[in-house]
């Protein structure tokens, strides 16, 4: 939000933090201050599938940042890449427009992880934003999927399945109908990447080495 938005929301919180007494206070604050990336072309020049691209000129995005441009070809020509950019500058963005573009074109699927249930649940209507116009398939197999769903899930799978690395941890050891959803994937998506670091990080990536020979 704007700065000077920021200093009125902040006053308004140390306001109510007198108020309410007990000695609570406001102690530190971080202001970042976000520059808008480089303009890229116009969605029109991308050769997207149609009607990603009318999709897209209705939800007000008609041009792309230069990053999402330079994602969207590398994803499109099946390079692997490493996506990093300030906050709310449209990094998931970034790679939901080239999956929906693979999965129109070419029925591609794909897989992307999210580091923890909440945050994969959280992102998932901004992917059926994306998805539910075509009739593309959007879904979250994690361990709060009812089972009456994991079975529709693996039955029919979808064009773009939501999860984290302990499901497919456990799923790959535990399930064969799992390993059979994910054989076919196209790509992967590692969310929030920053956080795989330490021994969780090389537990992730030994998933990741596992889920490759799965996927054939």
Do not use: W
């Not at 009456?148 to 690395?165: G, K, M």
């Not at 021994?199 to 080495?209: E, L, T």
Request: proline fraction near 5%.
């Amino acid at each position: 939000m704007p700065l000077d938005q920021a200093d009125e929301v902040l006053d308004s919180i140390a306001r109510g933090l007198e108020a309410a007494g007990g000695g609570a206070r406001l102690i530190y604050v971080k202001r970042e201050v976000v520059e808008e990336p480089e303009p890229g072309p116009e969605v029109s020049q991308l050769g997207l599938h149609e009607a990603l691209e009318e999709a897209l000129v209705r939800y007000g995005i008609r041009r792309l940042y230069r990053f999402q441009y330079e994602a969207y070809r590398a994803l499109m020509a099946g390079k692997d890449i490493f996506i990093s950019s300030g906050a709310a500058t449209g990094k998931t963005e970034a790679f939901i427009i080239p999956l929906m573009d693979k999965a129109l074109k070419s029925g591609d699927r794909s897989v992307v992880v999210y580091p923890t249930k909440a945050l994969a649940r959280d992102q998932l209507g901004r992917f059926q934003r994306f998805a539910m116009p075509f009739m593309l398939r959007v879904a979250v197999f994690d361990g709060d999927t009812p089972e009456r769903e994991r079975a529709s899930i693996c039955q029919n799978p979808p064009q773009v399945l939501i999860t984290n690395p302990d499901m497919i941890h456990f799923g790959m050891a535990r399930s064969a109908r799992f390993r059979r959803l994910l054989r076919g994937l196209k790509a992967l998506v590692l969310d929030e990447a920053h956080v795989y670091e330490g021994s969780f990080g090389s537990h992730v990536r030994m998933i990741i080495d596992r889920l490759k020979m799965a996927v054939g």
